[in-house]
């Protein structure tokens, strides 16, 4: 089956995410001491402030390259990434993120290919010698060539991008990059957007004016919340039950894939999500306010604690203009809809049927393969290996507990899930990238990861193995 252009992008977005998040503390980390110690800080500190510049010049995006490299090639590749990306930072005017995020992974992946080059032709008692030598001398060439040729070009191309935006900003117009934004988002394309353009340029803006909007564009929770609380009020049957829940999840919790199924069981909702991230960034930018660093997860208590002095009353606001232009929206079309397309219901009926029909040939197949196929080890996958496949791992780790059944359930990023697994469990969305990385592995797709029909007949199946 080819692979889909969506299922591609989604893959390259969760590189990007296995960049960025793991070093996310980092980042915020260094977001704290800007919102603090700068001149225009909360308490504003000279010497301390000294360390906002070599911060994000250095330690960051070094910690980008490394983690790029590793996963290209472990802690080699790692090391490489780190050296090769040195050359960008020095040659560069910029503080290299979007750099980083190239160089690292790249300079891993010359290392790893000349390695395999000489795999079998190092003598015998000369393998650490030529392991160091190798990897000391390619370094060597990267540093050199990131700093006089590729630097300049990652630099031009990164200053096209930011005069791009900048332009769209100066002319009011930078809400309309919602007509991209919302849409990505629900097909799991939202890490494309935030951690390779938006969180990049936006801390090269954070260390000239101590904040910036670009943290903002796709990340604000309003939308959501004003779409799940008129699937709340509006919606009908599992949908509605599910909405309040959700909500919590979502503005409290920073999982914003938690609403992407009301939208997807409803496409026409998009409209509601465009025109409510188009509001909340109006709002942002008339009043002038950005956030210190990227909101991950995009809870509302993330964007409080990133909120630099003097910007609250404009992101609060933001935020709930979002929400009530989301909510208008969301429940004008709930309420005039006459079709009862009720995803939820129609999964329930599906797998009751499904059950009804293959009851006696499932306890018996069960039966026959019990010592042949066990289930000893389900993994919980989506781009990030965090937010959604966290909460819906930790749900169904407590379904078993309760049945006193003690298996492995954990959450993974998809192309980190681990060898010996036995099921996946991901996203329909994701299926393609899922089936891309695992071709030979059992997958079970859900629409939700909280409640869902195929995740209610996993469970039963797991119960008869364990019964």
Same mark, same amino acid.
């Given at each position: 089956?080819?692979?889909?252009?969506? %299922?591609?992008?989604?893959?390259?977005?969760?590189?990007? %995410?296995? /960049?960025?998040?793991?070093?996310?503390?980092?980042?915020?980390?260094?977001?704290?001491?800007?919102?603090?110690?700068?001149?225009?800080?909360?308490?504003?500190?000279?010497?301390?402030?000294?360390? *906002?510049?070599?911060?994000?010049?250095?330690?960051?995006?070094? +910690?980008?390259?490394?983690?790029?490299?590793?996963?290209?090639?472990?802690?080699?590749?790692?090391?490489?990434?780190?050296?090769?990306?040195?050359?960008?930072?020095?040659?560069?005017?910029?503080?290299?993120?979007?750099?980083?995020?190239?160089?690292?992974?790249?300079?891993?992946? *010359?290392?790893?290919?000349?390695?395999?080059?000489?795999?079998?032709?190092?003598?015998?008692?000369?393998?650490?010698?030529?392991?160091?030598?190798?990897?000391? @001398?390619?370094?060597?060439?990267?540093?050199?060539?990131?700093?006089?040729? @590729?630097?300049? &070009?990652?630099?031009?191309?990164?200053?096209?991008? %930011?005069?791009?935006?900048?332009? +769209?900003?100066? %002319?009011?117009?930078?809400?309309?990059?919602?007509?991209?934004?919302?849409?990505?988002?629900?097909?799991? +394309?939202?890490? *494309?957007?935030?951690?390779?353009?938006?969180?990049?340029?936006? /801390?090269?803006?954070?260390?000239?004016?101590?904040?910036?909007?670009?943290?903002?564009?796709? !990340?604000?929770?309003?939308?959501?919340?004003?779409?799940?609380?008129?699937?709340?009020?509006?919606?009908?049957?599992?949908?509605?039950?599910?909405?309040?829940?959700?909500?919590?999840?979502?503005?409290?919790?920073?999982?914003?894939?938690?609403?992407?199924?009301?939208?997807?069981?409803?496409?026409?909702?998009?409209?509601?999500?465009?025109?409510?991230?188009?509001?909340?960034?109006?709002?942002?930018?008339?009043?002038?306010?950005?956030?210190?660093?990227?909101? !991950?997860?995009?809870?509302?208590?993330?964007?409080?604690?990133?909120?630099?002095?003097?910007?609250?009353?404009?992101?609060?606001?933001?935020?709930?203009?979002?929400?009530?232009?989301?909510?208008?929206? !969301?429940?004008?079309?709930?309420?005039? =809809?006459?079709?009862?397309?009720?995803?939820?219901?129609?999964?329930?009926?599906?797998?009751?049927? /499904?059950?009804?029909?293959?009851?006696?040939?499932?306890?018996?197949?069960?039966?026959?393969?019990?010592?042949?196929?066990?289930?000893?080890? @389900? #993994?919980?996958?989506?781009?990030?290996?965090?937010?959604? =496949? #966290?909460?819906?791992?930790?749900?169904?780790?407590?379904?078993?507990?309760?049945?006193? @059944? !003690?298996?492995?359930?954990?959450?993974?990023?998809?192309?980190? &899930?681990?060898?010996?697994?036995?099921?996946?469990?991901?996203?329909?969305?994701?299926?393609?990238?899922?089936?891309? #990385?695992?071709?030979?592995?059992?997958? *079970?797709?859900?629409?939700?990861?909280?409640?869902?029909?195929?995740?209610?007949?996993?469970?039963?199946?797991?119960?008869?193995?364990?019964?």
């Amino acid at each position: 089956m080819e692979t889909s252009m969506r %299922t591609k992008v989604q893959a390259f977005g969760g590189f990007l %995410t296995a /960049m960025v998040i793991p070093n996310m503390g980092a980042f915020i980390a260094w977001g704290f001491i800007t919102a603090l110690f700068i001149p225009t800080g909360w308490m504003p500190n000279d010497f301390f402030g000294q360390l *906002v510049g070599p911060m994000i010049t250095y330690l960051l995006p070094l +910690l980008l390259a490394y983690t790029g490299g590793r996963l290209v090639g472990e802690h080699r590749g790692g090391v490489a990434g780190a050296v090769g990306t040195f050359g960008l930072i020095i040659g560069a005017q910029i503080p290299m993120f979007l750099g980083a995020m190239i160089m690292g992974p790249l300079s891993a992946y *010359v290392v790893k290919k000349f390695d395999k080059l000489i795999e079998k032709k190092v003598p015998t008692g000369f393998e650490m010698v030529i392991n160091n030598f190798s990897l000391g @001398i390619l370094g060597l060439f990267l540093c050199l060539l990131s700093y006089s040729v @590729i630097g300049p &070009v990652i630099q031009q191309a990164n200053n096209a991008v %930011t005069v791009a935006i900048e332009a +769209l900003i100066k %002319t009011g117009f930078l809400p309309i990059l919602s007509i991209i934004n919302e849409p990505a988002k629900v097909l799991f +394309l939202n890490n *494309v957007i935030d951690q390779g353009i938006y969180y990049p340029l936006g /801390m090269q803006a954070t260390l000239e004016a101590g904040k910036s909007i670009y943290f903002m564009v796709a !990340s604000n929770p309003g939308p959501g919340l004003g779409l799940l609380l008129a699937y709340s009020i509006f919606g009908k049957g599992l949908s509605k039950k599910s909405a309040p829940g959700s909500m919590i999840i979502h503005f409290l919790g920073g999982i914003h894939e938690i609403y992407f199924p009301y939208v997807l069981m409803k496409p026409i909702l998009i409209i509601s999500m465009i025109l409510g991230g188009a509001a909340g960034t109006a709002t942002f930018s008339l009043f002038n306010v950005g956030l210190v660093a990227g909101p !991950s997860p995009g809870s509302i208590f993330s964007y409080l604690a990133l909120t630099p002095k003097g910007n609250f009353i404009g992101v609060i606001a933001g935020v709930l203009v979002g929400t009530l232009v989301s909510f208008l929206v !969301s429940s004008f079309i709930l309420k005039v =809809s006459k079709e009862k397309d009720e995803t939820f219901e129609v999964n329930v009926k599906k797998a009751k049927e /499904m059950k009804q029909e293959g009851k006696d040939t499932l306890a018996k197949k069960l039966e026959n393969t019990k010592d042949v196929n066990p289930i000893n080890f @389900i #993994a919980f996958a989506c781009d990030a290996g965090l937010g959604s =496949s #966290a909460m819906g791992a930790s749900a169904f780790r407590k379904k078993l507990e309760k049945e006193g @059944i !003690s298996i492995e359930v954990k959450n993974y990023a998809i192309e980190k &899930v681990p060898n010996e697994v036995d099921v996946i469990v991901t996203h329909k969305n994701l299926l393609d990238r899922t089936r891309l #990385a695992w071709p030979d592995k059992r997958i *079970v797709t859900i629409n939700e990861f909280m409640k869902d029909s195929n995740l209610d007949d996993l469970l039963s199946e797991v119960k008869e193995l364990y019964k």
